[in-house]
């Protein structure tokens, strides 16, 4: 089955790293995402990431992927105040063709000035 | 348009109507999704298209959700017989093919039922 969790509020000092974590079930996922979700915003994708890779970083982004313990996590460095949101790690679908997507919960980072 | 669009941005109605929520997917997007996010959990998914063809249907809660893609273009998210707990945030992706992984989402319709 496909189940994703992760912790549902992180509070983190300005300028420190922020780190977002996640859990999935479902081992033949091919790709996983995190999304950005600011108060009255739409779903803003951060970034992804494809199963056969460990590591990504994208400017402040890292992400690190450990296939084996299905657990995926979001590094923020140098966290800002416009870093406030929620975050969702997602999922996706590995049949051909149906890209339907498995959200978390989502985190909710807030920043302690 | 340059990104998903979806109208209205809020909706009220009263337990019993019925309700069309639309979207607009980017233009020359194959796919698309729709996904309920209940407040204080993630999306959920719904239904989705490719072109017109409705493909997956299982996750729609009832039979008072339907869901079309005439042209292959705009969608439209249908709800009769609206209930309380039909209330949440309603949202449109769409997917194109040939180089993006990603889904792109629309700002959503705030459904609430009174």
Redesign the interface.
């Known amino acids: 089955g496909e189940d994703v969790e992760q912790s549902l509020f992180l509070s983190v000092r300005e300028g420190d790293s922020s780190v977002i974590n996640c859990t999935y079930t479902d081992s033949s996922s091919t790709y996983l995402y995190w999304y950005k979700q600011e108060p009255g915003a739409g779903l803003q994708l951060l970034t992804y990431i494809f199963s056969n890779m460990d590591m990504k970083q994208d400017q402040r982004l890292t992400v690190l992927l450990n296939k084996k313990d299905k657990h995926l996590s979001l590094r923020i460095a140098d966290t800002q105040t416009g870093d406030s949101a929620i975050y969702f790690c997602a999922e996706k679908n590995p049949n051909f063709g149906n890209e339907k997507l498995t959200f978390g919960t989502g985190t909710r980072l807030t920043i302690i000035p | 348009g340059a990104g998903?669009s979806q109208s209205p941005r809020y909706k009220v109605t009263k337990r019993g109507q019925d309700v069309a929520l639309r979207c607009d997917p980017i233009s020359g997007h194959v796919?698309l999704?729709w996904?309920r996010q209940a407040l204080?959990?993630?999306?959920?998914?719904l239904t989705?298209f490719?072109y017109e063809a409705q493909?997956?249907k299982s996750?729609l809660p009832n039979d008072r959700f339907s869901a079309e893609r005439p042209e292959g273009s705009i969608s439209t998210l249908t709800i009769q017989r609206t209930e309380q707990r039909d209330s949440a945030m309603y949202?449109c992706?769409s997917?194109g093919r040939g180089g993006q992984?990603?889904?792109?989402?629309?700002?959503?319709t705030r459904l609430l039922v009174l």
């Not at chain 2, 204080?40 to 998914?45: A, I, K, S, T, V």
């Open positions: 998903v796919s999704y996904y204080g959990q993630g999306p959920e998914f989705y490719n493909q997956d996750g949202r992706a997917y992984e990603t889904q792109y989402f629309g700002p959503g």
